[in-house]
């Protein structure tokens, strides 16, 4: 649409608010509204100004002025406010300027995109990531200089199997590691899932499945049809803000986060990628699992990549409490076919050249979608461009393998700060186009080690406590 076309849409459909909606530097949607009356075309064109001093890892208070411009591609009707309300999604620029703000995330896929429609490899990036979630009743958590604690509750939880619920249990909840998938009574969110599902095809997506993950208390996915990198990444913000909100309409809690429960499987996001050029795919081919050489090599970038581009895909201290052996978490660098213990699975999708894909398994939900999705395709190209083999699959249960073998396979860092250091040395692909700034890598890196690394190695734990209180 035109950005008149969107005023007028928006007018006739009785719309009386204007929210403008865009990503801060940890992935999270900010967002601030106008009345109707109040957008004009030349919004759409110079932008609005805001404050850019109070967003997470971006501007300083004494250079804080910022432009937001929507994109009128972007328009919604948003699903959860009271009054008819347009929502947009917004691109951030610098006033003096009007060239795009370098530690915008949206910016950046718009950025990989270009460079990667300049190499001429391809025109088309599509990614389909298949975010996991639980659905909590209750989650209570406080950290004091003097104390601290999380309490997660869930109705459908196996702890609750001897709780008494007014009176009596009826039973009938997953076992740890059992959720995936039984049918009602068991699987207690399905028709809370499908609500979701009601509301996502509402705002445009096209939904695929939906079910029960593996973890008990209410763990679950629901697939929407893979897009465009740019598309799908401003899907990926308009699935997680739809996934909380009807859990929220419900008086539940969702999140994202990669490992809130203890001895139980935690959420993954794995990632469908695949090149197109003039509209014809450019993985399928004669290679290994009916692979091209183009998409070998563009796994051997990943691969190669991987331990730096954890930084994005897995970017918080607790994505390393998933990814731990014994609870199906892709941790060891290597690829096979149809085999989902492996960091990359080759996907059996049957004859037809358009289906086929790679799917790296090791990215989760507290990713910024739009740096993340950003890094894996430049780690991509990059191997497509030095062509790098990805050397052999490994066609075996990776998680059976003996320790001897193991130690052979390269694996991922084993925290964020290692991710981090990881990045900090093999970073040069992430700068090719411009597509990523120094600035950016270093305010990113600097965020991350400032305020998530060090405070959470500066406090104790309560399993601490039960370690070493009596040494």
Known sequence: MTPSEVIKNAKDRGVRMVDFKFVDLPGTWQHFTIPIYELTEEVFEN???????????????????????????????????????????????????????????????????????????????????????????????????????????????????????????????????????????????????????????????????????????????????????????????????????????????????????????????????????????????????????????????????????????????????????GFEAPIKLAYSYKNRSAAIRIPNSGPNPKAKRIEFRTPDPSANVYTSFAALLMAGIDGIQNKILPGEPLDKDIYGLPPQELAKIPSIPGSLEDALACMEKDHAFLLKGDVFSKDLLEAWTSYKIEREVRPMQARPVPYEFHLYYDL
């Open 47 to 325: 932008g609005l100004g805001f404050d850019g001093s109070s967003i997470r890892g971006w501007k300083s208070i004494e250079d804080s002025d910022m432009l937001v411009v929507p994109d009128p591609k972007t328009g919604k009707i948003d699903p959860f406010m009271d009054v008819p309300t347009l929502s947009l999604i917004c691109d951030v620029t610098n006033p003096d300027t009007g060239e795009p703000y370098n530690r915008d995330p949206r910016q950046i896929v718009k950025k990989a995109v270009a460079y990667l429609q300049s190499t001429g490899i391809a025109d088309t990036a599509f990614f389909g990531p298949e975010a996991e979630f639980f659905i909590f009743d209750s989650i209570r958590y406080e950290q004091s200089p003097y104390g601290g604690f999380y309490q997660i509750d869930s109705d459908e939880a196996t702890w609750n199997s001897g709780r008494e619920e007014g009176g009596r249990n009826l039973g009938h909840k997953p076992r740890f590691k059992e959720g995936y998938f039984p049918v009602l009574p068991v699987d207690a969110t399905h028709n809370l899932r499908t609500e979701i599902c009601i509301e996502l095809e509402k705002c445009g997506m096209i939904v695929e499945r939906q079910h029960h993950e593996v973890a008990t208390a209410g763990q679950g996915e629901i697939d929407i049809r893979f897009d465009s990198i740019l598309e799908m990444a401003d899907k990926m913000m308009w699935f997680k803000y739809i996934v909380k909100n009807v859990a929220r309409r419900h008086n539940k809690t969702a999140t994202f986060m990669p490992k809130p429960i203890f001895g139980d499987n935690g959420s993954g996001m794995h990632t469908h990628i695949s090149l197109w050029k003039n509209g014809q795919p450019l993985f399928a081919g004669n290679k290994y699992a009916g692979l091209s050489e183009l998409a070998l090599y563009f796994i051997g970038g990943i691969l190669k990549h991987a331990p730096a581009t954890c930084a994005f895909t897995n970017p918080t201290t607790n994505s390393y409490k998933r990814l731990v052996p």
